[in-house]
């Protein structure tokens, strides 16, 4: 018997980095509550720590910071980089992401980051784990819009040439499946990241992974 390929889903797959692809959730948030605390403002809970992280740094710092002035975001800008700085080295990708990658980089997909983080923090991690070969396009909260905008997803779209339904966002929270249905693509959540997954319903992801190798496994057979 000959087996025909089976035609492909999606050209373009975008991933979110932090929490999806890197396993940083806890740092973020640890980082979030030790700038607040050194700015003087009401260090946030663990949850609303973790429920800002995928939104641009300064949108992020002021939800989670609500009785921080205005005037010393540019200091808690600082000092939440110098924590995480500081914390680095406790930073690396999910296991199995590498395998992952390399399996959908020799189906002939584009593969794409849309982050919060910003472009010199993306390209610093990039580098660090050498992956500046695996993606063929990324954007960035502070060179577009934050998320949920969609625009991330359609400069993305635009930059390679395709529609909406042929483009798949996964994420592990409900700004990327929000920013996914802005954009009117398809969504796949994770829930090893930043937001509990009973959120995720309402915005109706093609599907949960509750591990790398779930994702994996699910984009190999739909993808």
């Known amino acids: 018997m000959i087996h025909t390929p089976r035609p492909r889903q ?32 009401t260090p946030p809970s663990d949850t609303a720590a973790t429920y800002v992280i995928g939104m641009g740094l300064m949108q992020a710092l002021a939800h989670a910071a609500p009785d921080v002035p205005p005037e010393l975001y540019p200091r808690l800008g600082e000092r939440y980089r110098h924590h995480y700085m500081a914390q680095q080295h406790d930073l690396s990708l999910f296991h199995g992401v590498l395998p992952l990658l390399a399996d959908l980089k020799a189906r002939h997909h584009w593969l794409a980051v849309a982050t919060g983080k910003s472009r010199r923090g993306l390209d610093e991690a990039l580098h660090a784990v050498e992956l ?12 577009t819009a934050g998320k949920p905008s ?22 592990d929270t409900t700004h990327d499946l929000q920013m996914a249905v802005n954009a009117g ?16 319903a309402v915005l109706s992801p093609r599907f949960v992974a509750h591990s790398v190798g779930e994702l994996h496994d699910w984009l190999l057979a739909h993808a």
Do not use: K, N
């Open 132 to 143: 500046r070969g695996v993606f063929d396009g990324s954007r960035t909260a502070d060179e």
């Open 185 to 200: 693509c398809h969504s796949v959540g994770v829930s090893y990241g930043a937001h509990e997954p009973d959120a995720f």
């Open 10 to 41: 999606y050209d373009l797959i975008a991933f979110d980095w932090d929490g999806t692809l890197f396993d940083s959730t806890a740092i973020i948030a640890r980082s979030i509550q030790r700038a607040v605390a050194d700015v003087g403002g």
């Open 150 to 171: 969609p625009l991330m997803l359609h400069e993305l779209m635009r930059e390679f040439g395709v529609d909406p339904e042929r483009t798949l966002m996964i994420g």
